[in-house]
């Protein structure tokens, strides 16, 4: 009998131990436009289950991730029915314009305005738009609710027309095309887990190429048309700290498309032809000491199906991969290019923050027509060692104003300035 009343004792205070371990409330303090119900939706912790103190830590993490949260941080504390965790946010201003000036193909003014809202309606839609002038105008609008039907399920779409000079690379030389691209994708966003990331879309796309120049390439075509589909998926794996500017952990993306042609001229079917685009951006962030922060990407590319079009899909630019040559200097269908840099932050005061850093770009790409060994035969490959700075605003969502100079180094190497609102990657 003894023993019955002590196992019902033992048993007793148990049960009672383990509610008194359940969560019987969760708070949110410093919410300004976002709202309390799409975060209880997101996190994982709930009311009325058994606490889990690594889970309430990936709740603090992916509420950093979003962008409308600079930061946050969670508190515990014993109540009489359970545990109350408090999630202290602090948020970001997220009604970002941008803007971004450079020298067109045909050395006149280029720009680019932008304004976006990361967190409209307080649920982290994304709506916004641009307007862009180099040589001729372009324009896109864009909305993206990755959590519309649940925490991991959303939805996007946007609408771009863009009309450029583009320079094509032929085996005879390069000649400017008036290039028209009309474009609407719908894809569908998924979030499987705290790490793991997918979407899946649809581009329809419109493209024309018009020869805009008075001598053209023998056999070269004065224009193209070509009705195309874009096959779209992107998986990612995201495992990051974020702490202000400082960024800890590794990121992966891959990006498969099929690029199907349905309609066309007779040299859109020529040159334009279907094809597979395949393409990893593996990118590993280190912490250093206090103040450092070390950050490197490595972007592996290719297509099949293309080899031989000149007009090739992978674009050696300033913007996109190496700092310094230019834009749109070069395209391929191949590339393998490494960047590298250590940011290091000089001054830092409130919301304000100066950060240097010191960089290395290199690159190589498989030209229209080579094989793949061209990757590794040194006959395509650019090194752009280089400086910049960048001036943080840390309560703005991505307000980072970007400055480098990149020191091209080899035969026919460029230098130059390249500025740019984010950092580069």
């Avoid at 300004?32 to 058994?50: M, W």
């Avoid at 334009?272 to 990407?297: C, E, H, T, V």
């Avoid at 899909?313 to 960047?339: C, K, S």
């Avoid at 490959?381 to 840390?394: A, W």
């Amino acid at each position: 009998m003894k023993k019955i009343v002590q196992f019902v004792l033992f048993f007793s205070v148990v049960l009672l131990t383990a509610q008194e371990r359940n969560i019987s409330n969760i708070e949110f303090e410093g919410l300004k436009r976002t709202k309390a119900r799409f975060l209880e939706r997101l996190i994982k912790s709930k009311v009325d289950e058994a606490y889990d103190e690594d889970k309430v830590a990936e709740d603090v993490e992916r509420l950093k991730r979003l962008p409308g949260i600079a930061y946050a941080e969670a508190k515990t504390q014993e109540g009489s029915q359970g545990i109350v965790i408090t999630y202290t946010i602090e948020e970001n201003f997220t009604l970002i314009p941008g803007a971004r000036i450079a020298t067109a193909p045909d050395e006149s003014f280029a720009y680019r305005l932008s304004l976006f809202e990361f967190n409209f309606l307080g649920n982290n839609q994304l709506v916004g738009g641009f307007f862009e002038r180099n040589v001729f105008n372009s324009f896109g609008f864009f909305w993206e609710h990755p959590f519309l039907f649940s925490d991991k399920l959303g939805i996007g779409f946007n609408y771009q027309d863009i009309t450029r000079q583009e320079p094509i690379f032929f085996r005879e030389g390069d000649k400017d095309y008036r290039f028209n691209s009309q474009m609407f994708e719908g894809a569908l966003l998924f979030s499987f887990d705290f790490n793991n990331e997918a979407e899946l879309g649809v581009v329809w796309v419109r493209e024309n190429y018009l020869f805009d120049g008075e001598e053209p390439l023998l056999d070269s075509p004065l224009e193209l048309n070509a009705d195309k589909i874009f096959y779209r998926a992107i998986y990612r794996y995201v495992n990051i700290d974020i702490d202000y500017q400082y960024v800890d952990g590794v990121q992966s993306e891959f990006t498969g498309q099929f690029i199907q042609q349905t309609d066309g001229d007779a040299a859109g079917r020529m040159f334009l032809q279907d094809f597979l685009s395949l393409r990893n951006d593996f990118i590993y962030y280190k912490k250093l000491g206090s103040r450092g922060n070390w950050a490197s990407r490595l972007r592996v590319a290719a297509t099949i199906g293309n080899e031989d079009s000149p007009f090739a899909p992978f674009t050696l630019d300033n913007q996109l991969n190496i700092r310094g040559v230019g834009n749109v200097v070069d395209r391929g269908t191949a590339a393998i290019v490494l960047n590298t840099e250590y940011r290091h932050t000089f001054y830092e005061k409130g919301w304000f923050m100066v950060q240097g850093n010191a960089f290395i770009d290199a690159g190589s790409w498989r030209n229209p027509g080579n094989p793949f060994s061209q990757l590794f035969d040194g006959s395509s490959t650019r090194l752009s060692p280089g400086i910049g700075f960048r001036l943080i605003h840390k309560r703005i969502f991505n307000a980072v104003f970007r400055l480098d100079y990149g020191f091209g180094i080899g035969d026919n190497a460029s230098s130059g300035i390249v500025f740019g609102i984010g950092q580069y990657f």
